[in-house]
DNA sequence: AAATAAGTTCGATACATACCGAACTAATAG
DNA sequence: CTATTAGTTCGGTATGTATCGAACTTATTT
């Protein structure tokens, strides 16, 4: 295949897109690297050469994505590093299920606001409970959505 | 009822919640007074004062709100002030329908990264495409939750 | 024990951006 | 035609935080 574009920029534009996705550009940076490399396992060192960025980023990076499950440490008997690789097994529909938390919070803000009203049944009243309708749909069908992932996944192991 | 909390700090609490979802503090601001607020209408010029924001935040920020839809703009006759309140008839699913372009970013970036593979079936190549492949799902699965969504809100008119 | 290696931690920096203030525009009023 | 009102625009500030650099920790080697 003939690539337009290199590893290099990959690695950047991984770094921009998980930005945007809210983590930060280091951890998209190594998520990007561990995507392209053919090594089984990235050492910390080669991260921090690789993606010329300092060893403090890389460990709180790391320590970051190790706390997300996204990527899991190895080590090696006889050697002192630590080593990298994409989780094995990841279970991606929790990406989701941590996120959902928000969709509370916004369902409890819009029927509070109601609660502050004199009126409880007029336009606005009720464009708040649409609101906090919407958002209690959206926590109540979610996890189905991510169950129905799940099993759909299984069946191809 | 015996409120502990009073508007003004529903109000600022709306403004973290926004932010924290993306949006400003000021945006969530402005929601939250139009929310709890009795009048129907609010004037540019209420907002600086009840917001104790500037002038131009507010511009910004209302602008903001009204290319989203979620509020929208009156005037009245003789009148040479613009007035704003929640938009009526707004459509929630619309705000999740802008979001999902990132699903489908993510979906290319997960592909491109196997491109880049010398072995493109190896552990690292099956990750990606088991990355790619939820965000596929998600970005099948969530129109039709929305169109679910919109068809039983329809039912309850 | 001294030196090296592998990470961690923490104060400082640099960058992005929400918000401000002042200057500006456009329309109406006196 | 000047003054006022309503809002916009744009350069600057200030706040939050991702990243850096240096000091520190802990373990290993010589």
Known sequence: MNHIQ???E???ECGLIMEQSGLTRMVGRIIGYLAVTDKELVSFDEF?????????TIS???KMLTSMNLIKAAT???DRKTYYRLAPDYCWSQILRLKTGILSIMYAMFIKGIEFRIRKTDKTAQWLTEAAEFYKFMEQEIPGL????????QLTK
Do not use: C, F, H, M
């Open 10 to 12: 990959y690695i950047e």
């Open 6 to 8: 290199n590893r290099q």
């Open 146 to 153: 991510l169950d129905k992932w799940e099993a759909q996944k």
């Open 48 to 56: 921090t050469e690789v993606l010329q960025a300092s060893k403090s």
């Open 76 to 78: 090696l008997p006889g």
């Open 60 to 62: 709180t990076s790391v």
